[in-house]
């Protein structure tokens, strides 16, 4: 029985609905782990997808999960059934490419320039 308590079926759900598993996972896998599992799974046809793993950012009971934690230090004692399938809610970062341009364009435009002569 101690087996089955180290697995946890784990369902992500993506922004528009639809979802990526359920798969097992350990209870000693990194949320690392499981965002490398996420972008390894993501759907080819999707237009804006994560890049890289510090792109996506894991959500399980409220709570933003963080790189370093494992599956069973992030479990719910209340929301998790044992048996039940687990269900994350994945979000993506958007590219900060407009941000980066329109802080350097506004850095242009604040510049003062005096000249003595």
Same mark, same amino acid.
């Not at 048996?83 to 958007?94: A, C, N, R």
């Given at each position: 029985?101690?087996?089955?308590?180290?697995?946890?079926?784990? +369902?992500?759900?993506?922004?528009?609905?639809?979802?990526?598993?359920?798969?097992?996972?350990?209870?000693?896998?990194?949320?690392?782990?499981?965002?490398?599992? %996420?972008?390894?799974?993501?759907? @080819?046809? @999707?237009?804006?997808?994560?890049?890289?793993? +510090?792109? %996506?950012?894991?959500?399980?009971?409220? +709570?933003?999960?963080? #790189? #370093?934690?494992?599956?069973?230090?992030?479990?719910?004692?209340?929301?998790?059934?044992?048996?039940?399938?687990?269900?994350?809610?994945?979000?993506?970062?958007?590219?900060?490419?407009?941000?980066?341009? +329109?802080?350097?364009?506004?850095?242009?435009?604040?510049?003062?320039?005096?000249?003595?002569?």
């Amino acid at each position: 029985m101690a087996g089955s308590q180290d697995q946890l079926e784990i +369902k992500f759900l993506l922004i528009d609905g639809t979802d990526i598993g359920p798969k097992s996972y350990a209870a000693a896998t990194s949320i690392a782990t499981l965002k490398e599992s %996420v972008l390894a799974q993501w759907p @080819k046809d @999707k237009e804006y997808g994560p890049r890289t793993v +510090k792109d %996506v950012k894991l959500i399980s009971a409220g +709570k933003v999960l963080e #790189n #370093n934690r494992t599956v069973g230090e992030c479990q719910s004692p209340l929301g998790d059934l044992p048996g039940g399938v687990t269900t994350m809610h994945v979000v993506v970062q958007p590219p900060s490419v407009e941000k980066d341009k +329109k802080v350097a364009s506004e850095a242009k435009m604040g510049k003062c320039v005096c000249v003595i002569l």
